[in-house]
């Protein structure tokens, strides 16, 4: 793949285009938000070796010039070990954060309509506000040797509301459409959190948790865990 070539990332809410970039282009709102979602598919899709986002990772780690994936074809992805795709994932999120993988959403597709529906009297549309600006939470749950926490029911609070939301095979906990700049998230039921991270327990498990930044450590006895801030 080369620079201007398009891959295409299928996400559960749209499709999205990502090309190599080596030129610095100022990024709209929409292309913003449309980056953290392709970085938030990689990383998920491949924890879980999505056999899809694994072949987009491939071919974004060719373009991007990734040494250690570019070698590898699609099929060695899903047989590595997992440190390899941590590292994949964060490099490839690297990329997109410095702008050498740009993203957009794939247009939405145009249909003609018939000359005799154009004769239809619809009402107005209703008027965009302008003044609402809507953001997302995203904070991902992992045990003391970052294996990821999933089916997790947790709630995120912006500006006084509660949100319930449930973890992902990733551990990701994501609230999208909101407005605010700040949340907190908990773990309301902590009996489901015991019946996640007990059995693992019950053995020896080798590795440590990775060092990564925003990261909140929390010690977990058994009792109500504390509210976590969260920063849109």
Do not use: C
């Not at 902590?190 to 059995?199: D, F, G, Q, R, S």
């Amino acid at each position: 793949m080369v620079a201007g070539e398009v891959v295409r990332l299928p996400t559960p809410y749209a499709v999205l285009r990502i090309r190599a970039s080596t030129e610095p282009e100022e990024l709209t709102a929409e292309q913003e938000q449309a980056a953290r979602a392709a970085a938030l598919a990689l990383r998920s899709g491949i924890e879980v070796r999505d056999p899809t986002v694994l072949e987009v990772a491939w071919q974004l780690a060719a373009t991007a010039k990734l040494d250690a994936a570019a070698r590898l074809v699609p099929f060695e992805l899903e047989r590595v070990d997992g440190t390899f795709l941590r590292q994949l994932a964060a490099e490839l999120e690297r990329e997109i954060d410095l702008g050498r993988l740009r993203v957009e959403p794939e247009p939405t597709p145009f249909f003609k309509l018939h000359d005799d529906l154009l004769d239809i009297d619809l009402p107005p549309p209703p008027r965009p506000d302008r003044q609402r600006e809507t953001t997302f939470f995203e904070v991902r749950f992992v045990d003391e040797i970052g294996q990821a926490i999933p089916g997790l029911p947790v709630e995120i609070t912006v500006n006084g509301a509660p949100h319930e939301v449930t973890t992902n095979a990733a551990g990701v906990a994501l609230l999208e459409d909101v407005e605010g700049g700040s949340a907190t998230v908990t773990v309301p039921d902590v009996a489901a959190l015991e019946e996640i991270v007990l059995p693992r327990w019950e053995r020896l498990r080798p590795g440590s948790l990775p060092v990564e930044s925003n990261t909140v450590e929390t010690v977990f006895t058994g009792a109500a865990l504390p509210d976590v801030p969260l920063r849109a």
